[in-house]
């Protein structure tokens, strides 16, 4: 347990909050303003969960952990009105919980992002067509054109993902149209239109 958030109190506020929230939202009122030690002890759980040992490492760059931390707060509003104070007495690991889930999800959209963005850069161009093309204006390119991809193979490697050996871009398949449907006879259930 914290020594930033009493539970007790935190609990107590969270579920007066919730409970008032759901019945608003029954009865398709607005839902009351939450209580500012809520929302401090939201954003403090939400904060201090990057120093845990399951998010340390992940927490070297500074936009990184702001982006991490607000997803984070983000889910937990959206979802702390779901809290029963009546059930549970630990609101501290509620929160925490979305927490952890909102930072889990960010991470592997991180990795992915990633792992396509270095796969794009790999694929786009050859290393010889890019070296001459460097050397050809400024031999200094080439160091920075290598730092960079230094630089993105060491964050996957921090990430433990292993960088595929060709660009695997999935095409998007187009989605039956109504013109797609009126040939296939499938519009307003009709089954078939043909003569027999």
Same mark, same amino acid.
């Given at each position: !347990?914290?020594?930033?958030? #009493?539970?007790?109190?935190? %609990? /107590?506020? &969270?579920? $007066?909050?919730?409970?008032?929230?759901?019945?608003?939202?029954?009865?398709?009122?607005?839902?009351?303003? !939450?209580?500012?030690?809520?929302?401090?002890?939201?954003?403090?759980?939400?904060?201090?969960?990057?120093?845990?040992?399951?998010?340390?490492?992940? %927490?070297?760059?500074?936009?990184?952990?702001? @982006?991490?931390?607000?997803?984070?707060?983000?889910?937990?509003?959206?979802?702390? /009105?779901?809290?029963?104070? #009546?059930?549970?007495?630990?609101?501290?690991?509620?929160?925490? +919980? $979305?927490?952890?889930?909102?930072?889990?999800?960010?991470?592997?959209?991180?990795?992915?992002?990633?792992?396509?963005?270095? +796969?794009?850069?790999?694929?786009?161009?050859? #290393?010889?067509? &890019?070296?001459?093309? &460097?050397?050809? =204006?400024?031999?200094? =390119?080439?160091?920075?054109?290598? %730092?960079?991809?230094?630089?993105?193979?060491?964050? &996957?490697?921090?990430?433990?993902?292993? !960088?595929? %050996? @060709?660009?695997?871009?999935?095409?998007?398949?187009? /989605?039956?149209?109504?013109?797609?449907?009126? @040939?296939?006879?499938?519009?307003?259930?009709?089954?078939?239109?043909?003569?027999?």
């Amino acid at each position: !347990m914290a020594n930033y958030v #009493d539970n007790k109190k935190f %609990t /107590k506020e &969270l579920g $007066i909050w919730a409970k008032e929230a759901r019945k608003c939202e029954a009865e398709n009122k607005p839902k009351p303003k !939450m209580p500012e030690y809520v929302g401090e002890c939201i954003y403090a759980i939400c904060h201090n969960l990057r120093y845990s040992k399951r998010f340390i490492r992940y %927490t070297n760059n500074e936009s990184m952990i702001y @982006e991490m931390i607000g997803d984070a707060v983000e889910n937990c509003i959206r979802y702390c /009105k779901n809290f029963d104070g #009546d059930k549970y007495n630990n609101a501290y690991g509620y929160i925490n +919980q $979305i927490a952890g889930f909102a930072y889990i999800r960010y991470i592997k959209k991180e990795k992915n992002r990633y792992v396509k963005h270095l +796969q794009y850069i790999k694929q786009s161009v050859s #290393d010889t067509e &890019l070296r001459d093309a &460097l050397e050809a =204006d400024n031999p200094n =390119d080439i160091k920075g054109y290598s %730092t960079y991809i230094d630089h993105m193979q060491s964050l &996957l490697d921090i990430m433990e993902v292993e !960088m595929p %050996t @060709e660009f695997d871009a999935k095409p998007k398949k187009p /989605k039956p149209g109504i013109v797609d449907k009126i @040939e296939n006879g499938e519009r307003y259930g009709i089954e078939d239109t043909k003569d027999n």
